[in-house]
């Protein structure tokens, strides 16, 4: 299931019981083998296609990532229809109400339109909120293991890649616009999730109130006080995310995209015949899509 899967139920010792028929995909403890090969297979994977994003002909790389947009998409809609299922349904986990459950659809519209709120948002997104789930782990799985521990990774390791090679393989870079759209967009969904907690008693995000055992968030005091400390964490974090995006483009003056500029365009990226430009400073031009 998203994020973190469902708990199956503990024998004495406190290992979940059913899982130990399952195999050891059925349950993926954090830097266990299974976590450490996904790490691995993830740093990998973003070398490779940084460097083929950058050195590919652009045309082709434009070509994959659509393809790759579209097969994630449709993906997406498979997975979030798979949690209504009776096999599958759990009010703690089906609601697509997590981070990474929005950030689902969010890559692959990036990767297919370029949009450059969809961008800027994967952007914070996928290497933060998203990152929880890839550096600490603690899933269990309890339908069909192969299946649900393919989905974790698809998920969580495209919302890391996504913006990897939107960012540092195309050069698209998020601008002091986007990083306030993200935040917005970060506090909405936030709104979303808690109302949903209170009609359903879920408590997705832990933004109802604070995890059962122990969890990092111990770290930043009670709820709801962790609230207020994640949200300037994220604030603070986000800046330096993208202060230095900013620093490279002052001598550089590379265009903006889209009509609120959250996103600089790479160089060599060229204004289409359905696209207009107008002049918003001395060495800068606003892209707009129609």
Same mark, same amino acid.
């Given at each position: 299931?998203?994020?973190?899967?469902?708990?199956?139920?503990?024998?004495?010792?406190?290992?979940?019981?059913?899982?130990?028929?399952?195999?050891?995909?059925?349950? !993926?403890?954090?830097?266990?083998?299974?976590?450490?090969?996904?790490?691995?297979?993830? !740093?990998?994977?973003?070398?490779?296609?940084?460097?083929?994003?950058?050195?590919?002909?652009? *045309?082709?790389?434009?070509?994959?990532?659509?393809?790759?947009?579209?097969?994630?998409?449709?993906?997406?809609?498979?997975?979030?229809?798979?949690?209504?299922?009776?096999?599958?349904?759990?009010?703690?986990?089906?609601?697509?109400?997590?981070?990474?459950?929005?950030?689902?659809?969010?890559?692959?519209?990036?990767?297919?339109?370029?949009?450059?709120?969809?961008?800027?948002?994967?952007?914070?997104?996928?290497?933060?909120?998203?990152?929880?789930?890839?550096?600490?782990?603690?899933?269990?799985?309890?339908?069909?293991?192969?299946?649900?521990?393919?989905?974790?990774?698809?998920?969580?390791?495209?919302?890391?890649?996504?913006?990897?090679?939107?960012?540092?393989?195309?050069?698209?870079?998020?601008?002091?616009?986007?990083? #306030?759209?993200?935040?917005?967009?970060?506090?909405?969904?936030?709104?979303? *999730?808690?109302?949903?907690? *209170?009609?359903?008693?879920?408590?997705? #995000?832990?933004?109802?109130?604070?995890?059962?055992?122990?969890?990092?968030?111990?770290?930043?005091?009670?709820?709801?006080?962790?609230?207020?400390?994640?949200?300037?964490?994220?604030? !603070?974090?986000?800046?330096?995310?993208?202060?230095?995006?900013?620093?490279?483009?002052?001598?550089? #003056? %590379?265009? %903006?995209?889209?009509?609120?500029?959250?996103?600089?365009?790479?160089?060599? %990226?060229?204004?289409?015949?359905?696209?207009?430009?107008?002049?918003? #400073?001395?060495?800068?031009?606003?892209?707009?899509?129609?």
């Amino acid at each position: 299931m998203p994020e973190n899967g469902p708990l199956q139920p503990a024998r004495a010792d406190g290992i979940p019981g059913p899982l130990l028929a399952e195999g050891p995909l059925g349950h !993926v403890p954090a830097y266990g083998t299974a976590h450490l090969s996904m790490l691995a297979l993830l !740093v990998v994977a973003a070398v490779l296609l940084v460097r083929w994003a950058r050195r590919a002909e652009r *045309a082709q790389v434009e070509r994959a990532l659509r393809i790759a947009g579209w097969v994630l998409l449709a993906n997406s809609v498979f997975w979030t229809a798979w949690g209504f299922m009776p096999w599958a349904w759990n009010l703690e986990e089906s609601l697509p109400l997590h981070y990474s459950d929005a950030l689902r659809f969010i890559v692959p519209i990036a990767l297919i339109t370029r949009a450059p709120w969809a961008i800027v948002v994967s952007w914070y997104w996928g290497l933060t909120l998203n990152m929880q789930s890839v550096l600490t782990p603690d899933v269990n799985y309890f339908v069909w293991v192969p299946l649900e521990f393919v989905e974790y990774w698809i998920a969580h390791l495209s919302g890391v890649l996504g913006p990897v090679v939107l960012v540092w393989g195309l050069r698209f870079r998020p601008t002091w616009r986007g990083y #306030g759209l993200a935040y917005a967009a970060t506090v909405m969904w936030a709104m979303i *999730a808690f109302t949903g907690n *209170a009609l359903t008693g879920a408590n997705y #995000g832990y933004l109802n109130r604070a995890p059962d055992g122990a969890s990092i968030l111990d770290l930043l005091g009670p709820w709801p006080q962790y609230l207020l400390v994640e949200a300037v964490l994220i604030a !603070v974090v986000w800046a330096l995310m993208t202060l230095p995006w900013r620093l490279l483009d002052r001598p550089v #003056g %590379a265009p %903006a995209r889209g009509r609120s500029s959250l996103v600089r365009g790479p160089q060599d %990226a060229q204004p289409s015949s359905s696209t207009s430009a107008s002049r918003s #400073g001395p060495s800068e031009s606003v892209i707009t899509r129609r």
